[in-house]
């Protein structure tokens, strides 16, 4: 069973960066796709973005695009996310996820695609 840890979440002012981290427990990180959403109080959990388990395609929600860029080093273990000019808006907890189901590039924008979640990490913007 893996597992997932997030770190690096934390106060930042508006234009700002943080780098996200998710590192994965087990030996199946490397066949996974894995993304990131996130969770504002009072809203939905909605998508962030996603990789493919070989780090070949990548995706992203319109909001966060040409801003936010997702990784993983399956070596590692590793996936990261880099959010840059960063917005009040973008205050949530963000969380990373991996799923073992095929065809992740149809599937990549669905909480309900993933198997394993990590707690999420609290990222603040502040204006």
């Known amino acids: 069973q893996v597992q997932l840890v997030e770190s690096g979440g934390g106060l930042v002012q508006a234009g700002g960066s943080l780098r996200l981290s998710c590192t994965a427990s087990?030996?199946?990180?490397?066949?996974?796709?894995m993304g990131w959403f996130r969770q504002a109080p009072g809203k939905e959990r909605e998508f962030v973005a996603g990789?493919?388990?070989?780090?070949?395609?990548?995706y992203y929600s319109d909001s966060v695009k040409g801003r936010f860029t997702i990784s993983r080093d399956n070596a590692k273990n590793l996936g990261s996310l880099q959010m840059n000019s960063l917005k009040p808006e973008d205050t949530a907890v963000y969380y990373c996820?991996?799923?073992?189901?095929?065809?992740?590039?149809?599937?990549?924008?669905?909480?309900?695609?993933?198997?394993?979640w990590g707690q999420g990490t609290q990222v603040t913007v502040s204006s």
């Open positions: 996820a991996l799923t073992v189901r095929p065809n992740y590039s149809m599937i990549y924008y669905r909480s309900g695609g993933y198997d394993t």
């Open positions: 087990g030996r199946t990180f490397a066949r996974c796709g």
């Open positions: 990789v493919s388990w070989s780090g070949t395609s990548t």
